[in-house]
């Protein structure tokens, strides 16, 4: 009854030519970005709402600038100084009418409040900080300082090659230090997650959960006046439903299809289809805390029990390649010459009895109920697997769980084994190294393998440490291979993003890192 109530719910606003709808798969977590961790959250606040000091560009594979305007790195790596573009304006809403321009106090507040505990602000996230905490930034910046009114200085206590790159993600975007203090001398400081305020592309306007989510353009943009008067995120957990609201104009952006939805979109006039190699693994993450999945052998058995490149036909429809480790084979620091576990159950049988399993054991597989681009059939994918461990002796119950409560969940590490996926923010290694392998990122959730491993922590560590490339890729091989033995994960997959269009749109791309900018698109009908 929900999706057949929508299209009435946006007919209005569709008859408007500058208004841009795109269909998404799944309510964001909330609008205060720092506390959370998943694609569709970022996707709906970060990408449309906010900025950042730097922004990525996957175009020029670089580095671009965005709030900061230009910046100097000192000769000994340890000392960031910003210079903020003039005259940035944070989004005016009936809720916040801003006295004043970005400043660099803007810039502080928003490190400030992940950094240090004694920060009003810092208590505030109810589910902490989760990047902010897996890339150690309470330990490796020393502080943030405000130089003058449109400069601020970052100092780190270590050299951190990763650390600019890392400015770029989602989760260091820039907040109104005004709009905040307004909220902590009101008490309501909820409606940072509720009532967003950034200086983003599109502002804020209401957001109805597992419905819609509506902005408006933002007309004082610094970048320039969006293409699009307005953006509607119909949430639409279906992606054949997606489709065919797509096809009957009720969207003209649909994000996550299914394999099947492209081939039917490639073959229909009114369509496009945008595609793009993606920066991403589909993994299951293999609880390390949980007996008897604690035991290496048992890893190494469950890897070499799986019918990977079955499963990637089957669930992917070949949109992707099979996952031989963490990264796609374009990274740069990619170690091709890591063999994969081969799909070998005698084998893994074997394992398990020298393991002290020789009859199998009980554990259980969590996934998410509606596809995404990682997991475009999550049913099918556990179902597979379930039968796969069974052919060795193990019994795995399968549990499908919401999705945002399934994030919450695994972050506090209750599950066995989980479907998941990781998408890198910015191209570079350690955007999977840190986060999903590091202790600091145990602490925080993020590390779904939940194993804290000092030799593997140390070349993670040792990799950020120099600048040099060559030097970098040595420390990366060692932690791959620390990765591969341990059996940390079971590497499923590397998909292609593929976005389905109208073809009245124009402006839009695809990209690597699922990442969303509408700010370009127009609505030619």
């Known amino acids: 009854m929900r999706f057949a109530a929508l299209p009435l719910l946006f007919a209005p606003l ?11 798969e799944a309510s964001p977590d909330g609008f205060d970005v720092v506390q959370y961790n998943a694609l569709t959250t970022t996707n709906a606040s970060a990408d449309v709402l906010m900025n950042r000091l730097v922004e990525f560009d996957p175009t020029r594979g670089e580095l671009v600038p965005s709030l900061a305007e230009r910046w100097e790195v000192s000769s000994d790596g340890l000392t960031y100084t910003f ?42 996230a109810r589910s902490g900080y989760p990047h902010a905490q897996s890339m150690q930034w309470p330990d490796l910046i020393k502080s943030v300082e405000k130089v003058n009114g449109n400069q601020v200085r970052i100092t780190l206590n270590r050299r951190d090659a990763t650390f600019l790159p890392t400015l770029s993600m989602g989760f260091a975007s820039i907040y109104s230090a005004e709009y ?40 004082n943009y610094f970048a320039g006046k ?42 229909d006039d009114t369509l496009k289809v945008v595609q793009t190699p993606a920066f991403m693994t589909a993994f299951v993450g293999i609880n390390t805390e949980h007996p008897p999945l604690d035991n290496t052998k048992v890893r190494q058995a469950i890897n070499m029990a799986f019918d990977k490149k079955n499963y990637v036909k089957a669930v992917f429809e070949n949109s992707a390649v099979p996952a031989d480790g963490v990264y796609p084979p374009t990274t740069w620091g990619y170690a091709k010459d890591i063999a994969a576990y081969p799909y070998d159950p005698e084998k893994a049988k074997a394992l398990l ?21 990682l997991n475009p059939n999550p049913s099918l994918g556990a179902q597979m697997l379930q039968a796969d461990l069974a052919k060795i002796g193990v019994k795995a119950d399968v549990r499908v769980i919401e999705w945002g409560e399934l994030i919450r969940r695994a972050k506090a590490g209750e599950h066995d084994l989980l479907f998941m996926g990781w998408a890198g923010d910015n191209g570079d290694p350690d955007n999977y190294l840190t986060p999903q392998f590091a202790c600091a990122s145990v602490k925080s959730g993020l590390n779904f393998a939940r194993f804290c491993d000092e030799t593997l922590d140390a070349a993670i560590r040792d990799g950020k440490a120099v600048a040099d490339q060559a030097a970098r890729i040595k420390h990366y091989h060692t932690a791959q ?42 609505v030619n009908r």
């Open 14 to 24: 569709l008859a408007q030519a500058a208004t841009l709808s795109v269909c998404t």
């Open 83 to 124: 210079t903020l573009r003039p005259d940035v304006k944070f989004h005016q809403t009936e809720y916040f009418k801003p006295s004043r321009s970005l400043n660099a106090d803007d810039v502080v507040f928003s490190f400030e409040r992940m950094l240090d505990p004694r920060h009003p602000w810092h208590s505030v």
């Open 180 to 219: 905040a203090d307004q909220l902590l001398k009101a008490g309501k400081t909820e409606q940072l997650n509720s009532k967003p305020i950034g200086t983003g592309p599109f502002v804020f306007k209401r957001f109805q959960k597992d419905a819609v989510v509506r902005y408006d353009a933002n007309a």
């Open 226 to 267: 969006p293409n699009v008067d307005g953006l509607i995120y119909a949430i639409t957990p279906d992606a054949a439903v997606r489709l065919q609201r797509l096809k009957r104009g009720e969207c003209q952006i649909a994000l996550s299809p299914k394999p099947q939805d492209v081939t039917d979109a490639q073959q």
């Open 353 to 373: 009895a020298e393991a002290g399993f020789k009859d199998g054991f009980s554990t259980t597989i969590w996934t998410r109920p509606s596809g995404s681009l």
């Open 481 to 522: 291979q620390i990765i591969h033995d341990q059996a940390l994960w079971l590497p499923l997959a590397h998909p292609t993003v593929s976005v389905l269009t109208r073809q009245g749109v124009e402006g839009y791309q695809a990209n690597p890192f699922g990442r969303q900018d509408f700010s370009k698109v127009s």
